[in-house]
């Protein structure tokens, strides 16, 4: 069971490293922008909300962190394995921590990376469209990370049936 809490750790880190490069990236370009920024790209069309450059700019990192905040509570709440399937007296007697708690947790942790990646994507496309550098959100790379993180979900479901399989199996 270490080498399972050391993944879920792994894991946490990589994500506060992800929102620590989007505030960085953002607090680092922002004194850099044009006066009339792009605050949100239309991700199926060239048109761009525009504004004078504000505090608006930090939409991305902050809704990052705030996806981050949540995530990470939920990862670790009583309530979200109520909602996973423990009963409540099953976390009442500690027995919350099964192998399936942790690869909910897994699956949490290895999903919010991939928000993460595209809301950095997105922050990165604004401070590129706003020096005319690039014309939008690189589509190809948007829509794979959405792809990947849709991927996730079955198979999460298949390695939890297969958890279930062989404890039905041990006893």
């Not at 700019?57 to 990470?72: E, K, S």
């Not at 947790?105 to 990165?124: C, D, G, M, P």
């Not at 849709?150 to 404890?167: G, V």
């Amino acid at each position: 069971m270490k080498w399972i809490n050391r993944i879920l750790l792994l894991l946490l880190i990589f994500n506060i490293i992800l929102v620590g490069v989007s505030w960085v990236m953002s607090l680092y370009a922002y004194p850099k922008l044009p006066q009339v920024t792009p605050v949100w790209l239309d991700l199926f069309g060239s048109t761009f909300f525009r504004t004078e450059k504000s505090l608006l700019f930090f939409i991305c990192p902050t809704a990052q962190t705030v996806f981050f905040l949540v995530f990470n509570f939920l990862g670790r709440s009583k309530w979200f394995r109520r909602i996973a399937g423990r009963g409540a007296s099953e976390i009442q007697s500690g027995k919350g921590k099964t192998p399936f708690f942790a690869l909910e947790k897994e699956f949490i942790y290895l999903a919010l990376i991939f928000f993460n990646l595209i809301f950095i994507h997105v922050q990165r496309s604004l401070i590129l469209v706003a020096h005319g550098v690039e014309k939008g959100v690189d589509s190809f790379y948007f829509w794979s990370l959405f792809g990947i993180l849709l991927l996730l979900i079955p198979y999460y479901r298949i390695r939890k049936k297969i958890m279930n399989q062989k404890r039905k199996e041990i006893g």
